[in-house]
């Protein structure tokens, strides 16, 4: 049974910075992608970023890049999101997912992880 467990969120001020882990077991493929996508209230939930497993090529919402990086621990099963120059804007719970190929949906999800950013 495939887990994804994301953890580090909290309330921090704008400008900093925070690191959100997820950790993936269970797996018994390898993953075509992980992904961070986030929802704030009231709000769908919308894609953040995304690593490919295979060689680490990535990818961003234009409203996080140059801020967000995205990085995977293939040995460990595990991405990361480093949240640099935070915003309140930025204040939603964040969730990881992968998929098992290219244009399939997202199968796994997490339970979230709530990051508060106050102004």
């Known amino acids: 049974q495939v887990q994804l467990v994301e953890s580090g969120g909290g309330l921090v001020q704008a400008g900093d910075s925070l690191t959100l882990s997820c950790a993936a077991s269970g797996l018994t493929f390898s993953p075509y992608n992980m992904a961070w996508f986030r929802q704030a209230p009231g709000k769908d939930r919308n894609f953040v970023a995304v690593?490919?497993?295979?060689?680490?090529?990535?990818g961003y919402v234009d409203s996080v890049k140059g801020r967000f990086t995205i990085s995977r621990d293939n040995a460990k099963n595990q991405v990361y999101l480093l949240m640099n120059s935070l915003k309140p804007e930025d204040t939603a719970v964040y969730y990881c997912?992968?998929?098992?190929?290219?244009?399939?949906?997202?199968?796994?999800w997490g339970q979230g992880t709530q990051v508060t950013v106050s102004s």
């Open positions: 997912a992968t998929k098992k190929r290219l244009g399939s949906e997202y199968e796994y």
């Open positions: 690593i490919r497993w295979s060689d680490g090529n990535t």
